[in-house]
């Protein structure tokens, strides 16, 4: 029997792919401070995603906690004016979406670290949701 192709509507909404920010991102990678690059470039997420990073491994996970936060809320507001309405994929291999999902990954390791049990879960569960490649690469799977 001859079934015709049709799109799946329940696949869910596309990927969202938010947009590259050369400057700062070249900033990061030429060995500029994260935190002058998030105070010239206050909307890049990696920059929040590297303070968060640095201040968790240096034993502070309050101020980690602060910066994955703002990251995280900036990282939103670029995702809906990409059009993402709340859920769906944020693919870890675009390279532009690595600086939110870091945040988010960020979030949940600090939160859980200062006893937001809730926070943490929910963070992990949106990671998660949104990517499992960034899930399991933040999280140290092979």
């Known amino acids: 029997m001859h079934m015709e192709s049709h799109e799946n509507l329940l696949a869910g909404p596309a990927p969202t792919l938010l947009p590259d920010h050369p400057e700062a991102r070249e900033m990061l990678e030429a060995g ?29 996970a309050v101020t980690s906690y602060a910066f994955a936060r703002t990251g995280y809320h900036r990282g939103l507001d670029q995702l809906r004016r990409s059009g993402w309405k709340g859920h769906g994929p944020i693919p870890w291999e675009h390279e532009p979406n690595r600086g939110f999902l870091r945040c988010l990954f960020a979030l949940s390791r600090a939160a859980q670290a200062i006893g937001e049990k809730d926070e943490a879960e929910r963070c992990a569960q949106f990671l998660r949701d949104s990517s499992a490649a960034a899930a399991d690469a933040l999280n140290g799977a092979p």
């Open 32 to 60: 500029t401070k994260a935190a002058d690059v998030a105070a010239r470039f206050p909307a890049y997420p990696a920059a929040w995603a590297t303070l968060a990073e640095d201040y968790f491994a240096a034993g502070h």
